[in-house]
């Protein structure tokens, strides 16, 4: 079974330096601050607990001044509400797949 990933991994990995490709990773932490409900009946805390982000992105240079990102972002979350001394959670996590296309104004070996 760990063959198997090396040779994916190794196709990847040759795929990128025989295009103008790119293939990067990122971890994060998010950090929320949390919101308060008020209500005639009183008053509730509600918000997302801090977790951990990770993502992934592909990028390719498709011609001289325009190229294209596909991203994505995986984050763990975990919501609350709590109110009069009760409180409740759900486990949650969002998936985001976005496209960037990028333009570029300048030919690409300028410093800016």
Request: charge should be negative; hydrophobic fraction near 40%; proline fraction near 1%.
């Amino acid at each position: 079974m760990g063959l198997k990933y090396l040779i994916a991994a190794g196709v990847c990995v040759a795929y990128c330096f025989a295009q103008d490709t790119e293939i990067g990773g990122a971890i994060g932490y998010g950090v929320y601050r949390d919101g308060s409900i008020y209500a005639p009946g009183g008053k509730a805390e509600a918000g997302i607990r801090n977790r951990f982000a990770a993502g992934a992105v592909f990028g390719e240079d498709l011609y001289d001044h325009l190229s294209g990102e596909i991203r994505y972002l995986y984050h763990d979350g975990h919501a609350f509400l709590s109110a009069g001394g009760v409180k409740t959670d759900m486990q949650g996590q969002s998936h985001t797949f976005t496209y960037d296309l990028l333009f570029h104004l300048k030919d690409r070996e300028e410093a800016l």
